[in-house]
């Protein structure tokens, strides 16, 4: 897992819940890839899956991930090519879920505030701070503790298991 991350901004509103981020309608496979064909099909942005660039950052306002409690939404985003999804808070499951399957996300609430549809932003995971390349503003996120990064930098809560399985 990259610690800085550099993408372009597709922004969000509130209560963006699971069946806008991957639509009930596809979850007969639970191939990532798949899903990542319809991921955000029925938000705001229905033309995210095909538009954006792998790369691309989501940035969304509070209660980012609302919704059934099914891990697909944040699998869709993230074999999407979505390295970081910035919200002003996340629901609590998203943000379990989020977490065991290796997708960071952060809490900026100032930074959604002022950050815009195709803004190019800077995420710096280890010192939580969001830069705004575009404006060259700097924000303050939520800093993981240190356990929560090394499940992150592993790829998720398995690979992390399974590291510290091998190192006993």
Request: glycine share 8%.
């Amino acid at each position: 897992m990259r610690t800085v991350i550099r993408g372009k901004v597709w922004k969000f509103g509130d209560n963006v819940d699971t069946d806008q981020i991957i639509p009930a309608r596809y979850l007969n496979t639970s191939d990532p890839y798949e899903l990542a064909k319809h991921v955000m099909e029925d938000s705001e942005h229905p033309d995210f899956a095909e538009k954006h660039q792998e790369g691309d950052i989501i940035v969304a306002g509070k209660n980012f991930g609302s919704g059934s409690s099914r891990e697909h939404a944040p699998i869709a985003i993230k074999f999407a090519g979505v390295p970081v999804v910035i919200a002003k808070s996340f629901a609590r499951i998203f943000f379990r879920n989020a977490i065991n399957i290796g997708l960071p996300i952060v809490e900026a609430p100032e930074a959604v505030d002022e950050i815009n549809q195709g803004d190019e932003i800077e995420v710096d995971l280890e010192k939580g701070v969001v830069k705004n390349l575009t404006t060259g503003k700097e924000y303050q996120a939520t800093k993981f503790p240190e356990e929560l990064q090394a499940i992150l930098r592993a790829g998720g809560l398995m690979e992390y298991a399974k590291e510290r399985l091998k190192s006993g």
